[in-house]
Each structure stands twice: as structure tokens, then as C-alpha cells.
């Protein structure tokens, strides 16, 4: 099973909105609608920012949206903020009880 | 508060074993599944495997079939992770993560959704 695919680096200004993108396959995003994505700041574990494709967990903040389109999964940050300077990686189920993550993204707020 | 906390680092040297701990509290144990999941240095991450906190049904990554066996014990709120024949390409961060939804029995799994994640244990291998 290969990994999901994502830019290696995305950046942006404060206050401004970032999408990240996370391109399977049709056999995992584009087939199940168990996408989900993590933040993960440097030497912690990651946390959960979104499930199940557009699931917030209680906590998030509501700046954090996730879609999917095709064998495609965004994850948007509006009103970008220091502290989502982070790694973000998604991860989907791929059939077979196997579950990809992709390669990660480092956000960087300028 | 749910957390979950994990034993601590291990070095082992390559064809040994490790086992990692799991300990849950805040939450009930056998209410939701547990993965593993581990991360190479300056790496992305990788699925080990679940398991059903319940009845103890396990699930593995092909990649890891044969060499992982993930158990728990319900009276402890622990899972634990044994991974064996390990080489220096297994020298990673190790979490456990809990999943956030329900067994899917159409598809036979769980969403993938991991809601609380453990510390993480550094297990090196090296000779």
C-alpha cells in the first residue's frame, strides 16, 4: 500500500487560509469516507484535528475544515495562527484493515 | 481526563523483542479500540495494528503480520504492543492512540479516527 501524497510544504501570512491537499487513490480516499487528519508540533504526539472526512473533534476550533473530492481530502485552516505551525499529515482507510498515512506537510506562518 | 501513558524508552539489540505499555484511565477501557502506530526518525507515520479493547479481536498491517502482537489486559485499562526480530530499521517513536468510532460492520474496521494518543516510547535497536 503506498502512501498518501501531500505537498511538503505549505505556507501563509496570519489571518490568512491555507488548504493542504492529500491525493490517494480510488481504492482509499476516493473509495471510503474515513479520512482523517492530524497536527503534530515537533517532539509531541500527534493530535486529532478531523475525522471521518469533515468531523471536528470537541476541542478543535472551528478554523479547521476538512473535505474530499475524488481520491483528493483538503484540509483548511482559516485565519491562520502562529501556534498552527505544525506538521499535518491525513490518513485514510485502505480496505484489507489497513490504514495510510500520508507524508506530511510542514506549515509554516510567516 | 482521558489519557494515555506509556511505558518508557528501550534499546534492544537486533532479533530481540520489545513490549511497549498502554496504560488508559479517564475513560471506559473496553468502550473503544486501540492502535499502534509508529514513526521512524524524520518520518511520516505508519499503522501497526488494533485492537478491540472489548473482546480482543487484533488486527495487523501486512507489513508487520508475524512479527506484532498487540494484547491487552482489562483489568489493568492496559494494551501493549510486542514487536520481535527486530532490526535497526525498527528504531522509531512507538504511540497508542485510541479510536474514536465505532466498529463499521460493513466494511469490517474501524474509521481510523485516533482521538487520544499516548506519549510515545523510543525504542532504538542497535548492536
Redesign the interface.
Known sequence: QSALTQPASVSGSPGQSITISCTGTSSDVGYYNYVSWYQQHPGKAPKLLIYEVRNRPSGVPDRFSGSKSANTASLTISGLQAEDEADYYCSSYAGSSTYVFATGTKVTVL | QVHLVQSGAEVKKPGASVKVSCKASGYTFTSNAM?W?RQAPGQ????MGWINAGNGNT????KFQGRVTITRDTTASTAYMELSSLRSEDTAVY?C?RE??YYDYV???Y?????V????TTVTVSS
Do not use: F, I, K, N
Open positions: 492502535h502506530v511520516s507515520l505508519e499503522w488486527r495487523y498491517s501486512q504511540y492512540a474514536a468510532g466494511w469490517g474496521t474509521p481510523g479516527g485516533m482521538d494518543w499516548g506519549q510515545g
